[in-house]
Nanobody, 119 residues
């Protein structure tokens, strides 16, 4: 059974940093594509960062240059380093993983961790 467990969320002021972690079991982080997504109240879910098995990454324009997705395959953990945080980054953050290498789909999900950025 695949389990993704996020941690590291919290409250921070504008300009601050947070590092989110996603501990993975029943799945290996070097298998297929993994991602971080977020959803703010009243807004649609947004995919913000993806990393493929070969290490290739892609970011949404809203976080490009401020957030970094990475993974430690030895720890089977996915990370999201978030710098220069803004109030509009406030959301529930989720990690997700693809079940196959056909495409970077979000087949498995964690329960999420809340990030709140105050001005």
């Amino acid at each position: 059974q695949v389990q993704l467990v996020e941690s590291g969320g919290g409250s921070v002021q504008t300009g601050g940093s947070l590092r989110l972690s996603c501990a993975v079991s029943g799945y290996t982080t070097n298998s297929y594509c993994m991602a971080w997504l977020r959803q703010a109240p009243g807004k649609e879910r947004e995919g913000i960062a993806r990393i493929w098995s070969d290490g290739h990454t892609r970011y949404a324009d809203t976080v490009e240059g401020r957030f970094t997705i990475s993974k430690d395959n030895s720890k089977n953990t996915l990370y999201l380093q978030m710098n220069s945080l803004k109030p509009e980054d406030t959301a529930m953050y989720f990690c997700a993983a693809a079940a196959t290498n056909v495409r970077c789909s979000d087949d498995y999900w964690g329960q999420g961790t809340q990030v709140t950025v105050s001005s």
